[in-house]
T-cell receptor, first 116, second 110 residues
Framework: GAGVSQTPSNKVTEKGKYVELRCDPISGHTALYWYRQSLGQGPEFLIY????????DSGLPNDRFFAVRPEGSVSTLKIQRTERGDSAVYLC??????????????FGEGSRLTVL | QQQVKQSPQSLIVQKGGISIINCAYENTAFDYFPWYQQFPGKGPALLIAIRPDVSEKKEGRFTISFNKSAKQFSLHIMDSQPGDSATYFCAASKGNDMRFGAGTRLTVKP
């Protein structure tokens, strides 16, 4: 597809379970971001990839959260031992950087995670 | 770590009116200020953006006004339409560090 694709669109899990959320960015976009959006709030930065490496993971709330991008394209956000407070929409965005400036971020529709 | 403060939280405007949303930022290193529009169930989409070397940018019915000394910027939607009803987020960034405001839910009444 032409846009950022995220799967699953909805995920309901039980407290303590492990969850993986997938993001397929726009082809050719080297930068990939994960954000978390709680109800009534703006997107909150989690992690940024430039290519395969995590250039900035300062937004990950704790060590239960981890993300990978092994081939510089698809990324997976992994959440261990989920807690009810992890319930949110997880947004992925990609961009084509130019000159080191943040370009337009193209967002996917998000993965809504509900932890019961 | 709210580095970008947005107001109001919600806004109701009559069709044809002007919608104004305000944002303030703290970090003077920010050098790119976009506005994103989000419809329910969708991801945010870029609406308009400005860099601090200009004080105003206009695209159609949408205008950003930027006040560097006050560290404030605003979005003006002229001739607001019911189709503009959405949540609007301001953001500020430096390099790859982009921070979002909490959002304004705009309702345009017919």
């Amino acid at each position: 597809g032409a846009g950022v694709s995220q799967t699953p669109s909805n995920k309901v899990t039980e407290k303590g379970k492990y969850v993986e959320l997938r993001c397929d960015p726009i082809s050719g976009h080297t930068a990939l971001y994960w954000y978390r959006q709680s109800l009534g709030q703006g997107p909150e930065f989690l992690i940024y990839f430039q290519g395969t490496g995590a250039a900035d993971d300062s937004g990950l709330p704790n060590d239960r959260f981890f993300a990978v991008r092994p081939e510089g394209s698809v990324s997976t956000l992994k959440i261990q031992r989920t807690e009810r407070g992890d319930s949110a929409v997880y947004l992925c965005a990609s961009s084509l950087l130019a000159g080191g400036h943040t370009g337009e971020l193209f967002f996917g529709e998000g993965s809504r995670l509900t932890v019961l | 770590q709210q580095q970008v403060k947005q107001s109001p939280q919600s806004l109701i405007v009559q069709k044809g009116g002007i919608s104004i949303i305000n944002c303030a930022y703290e970090n003077t290193a920010f050098d790119y200020f976009p506005w994103y529009q989000q419809f329910p169930g969708k991801g945010p989409a870029l609406l308009i953006a400005i860099r601090p070397d200009v004080s105003e940018k206009k695209e159609g019915r949408f205008t950003i006004s930027f006040n560097k000394s006050a560290k404030q910027f605003s979005l003006h939607i002229m001739d607001s339409q019911p189709g503009d009803s959405a949540t609007y987020f301001c953001a500020a960034s430096k390099g790859n560090d982009m921070r979002f405001g909490a959002g304004t839910r705009l309702t345009v009444k017919p």
